[in-house]
């Protein structure tokens, strides 16, 4: 059985070196303590949420369908217009889109416009996915 531990830093693990390291962009992790925001360039801040579990199955080893949401926020200094935050936020979802990693499936993600706040541009990629387990 996977745990909600075990998923949420299968997928952070994908998202820092399939997106954040390959493309040198700094990111701020749910699970980090220290993190310096860079003056005058974007940066992420990942998040891993667990949704709803259900049972997916019947018998004497049900299996079962866990849920859970890759969030992506990106940020980009109001000077540098909202271009730069939709291709870091383009990364995301072209890595994302369909993947499957040794026990996660991700499904397409989708873009959440968010706007102008402390002089940055946010806009947010929403990376569903989902893992199965079996009673045991």
């Not at 990111?27 to 579990?53: A, H, I």
């Not at 949401?69 to 935050?85: H, K, N, R, T, Y």
């Amino acid at each position: 059985m996977i745990s909600w531990e075990a998923a949420a830093n299968e997928a952070r693990k994908e998202f820092r070196t399939g997106v954040a390291e390959a493309e040198g962009v700094p990111t701020q992790y749910d699970n980090q303590g220290d993190f310096t925001k860079p003056s005058g360039k974007g940066w992420y801040r990942c998040t891993v949420e667990m949704g709803e579990d259900f049972q997916a199955s019947l018998g004497s080893n049900p299996r079962f369908r866990n849920l859970g949401m890759l969030i992506i926020q990106v940020f980009i200094p109001e000077s540098e217009g909202d271009a730069e935050c939709l291709r870091l936020a383009n990364l995301v979802r072209t890595h994302f889109r369909r993947l499957n990693t040794a026990n996660l499936s991700f499904y397409v993600p989708r873009l959440i416009p968010v706007g102008i706040r402390g002089g940055e541009y946010q806009r947010n990629v929403q990376c569903p996915f989902d893992y199965e387990d079996f009673n045991t």
